[in-house]
Structures are given as structure tokens and as C-alpha cells.
């Protein structure tokens, strides 16, 4: 069973997807790396995919990411993967690397980290 998983897509120049997360709640109304909803129990792959924003060749890159907040502990596991050529892209905001680790909270910083590392990735 893993942990929360996280899917960082990314287009042809780059950039990344993001969502808005609802405005209530945890994190309310902030950019998120999309990811399935956060809960105790761990997820399967088989599970976890349908949350993906797109079908894709989705990669689980090795590593986790650890937030703390201050009621619980935050367990991440992200997949990667390319945006199909002629896949309509999903709603969201793309945005470059950059931009999006100065717009993202801390806790999805950490997974930009965790990839920043992954040969194959813009």
C-alpha cells in the first residue's frame, strides 16, 4: 500500500500542472501538485490511477516526501509522467518549474524536490 500520491504531469515545454485546491479545508484555495484526496488509509496503485488528471505512462519515482502539520504527518509518493501527444491538456494552470515552487505551499514544494532530481523530466 503506499502512501498519498501525487501526479506531476508535464507538457512538451516544461511546465507542470497544477490545480486549485477546494476553498475549504486544509490548504484551502491553493495551488496543489494533483493528487488523490488525503486520508489514514494507504492507497494501491490501482486505487490511486483514477485520480490521475489524465491517462498516462505514469512513473512512481522512488523517494517519499514528509510534511509536517500540526495535527498530522503528511506521507507523499509522486508518479511523473509526459502529456500525451494530441491528449487534450486537463484544466489547471501550467505553469514553469519555477513558477511553480514561488506559487505552490511547502508541503507541494517538497514534491517538486523529489523530482528535481529525476533524469528524463524538463
Not at 21 to 38: D, F, N, Q, S, V
Request: no cysteine; glycine share 10%; hydrophobic share 45%.
Amino acid at each position: 500500500a503506499l502512501p498519498s500520491p501525487h501526479f506531476l504531469l508535464h507538457d512538451a515545454a516544461g511546465r507542470v500542472l497544477l490545480r486549485r485546491r477546494p476553498a475549504k479545508g486544509l490548504l484551502g484555495g491553493m495551488l496543489e501538485i494533483p493528487g488523490t484526496p488525503w486520508r489514514d488509509a494507504r492507497w494501491t496503485e490501482a486505487q490511486a490511477l483514477p485520480h490521475a488528471p489524465v491517462e498516462a505512462p505514469w512513473r512512481l519515482l522512488a523517494g517519499r516526501a514528509r510534511h509536517g502539520f500540526t495535527h498530522f504527518e503528511l506521507e507523499m509518493i509522486l508518479f511523473v509522467a509526459p502529456l500525451p501527444p494530441g491528449a487534450p491538456p486537463p484544466a489547471g494552470e501550467w505553469q514553469d518549474r519555477a513558477a511553480a515552487r514561488g506559487a505552490l505551499p511547502s508541503v507541494m514544494g517538497r514534491l517538486l524536490t523529489l523530482a528535481a532530481g529525476e533524469s528524463g523530466l524538463p
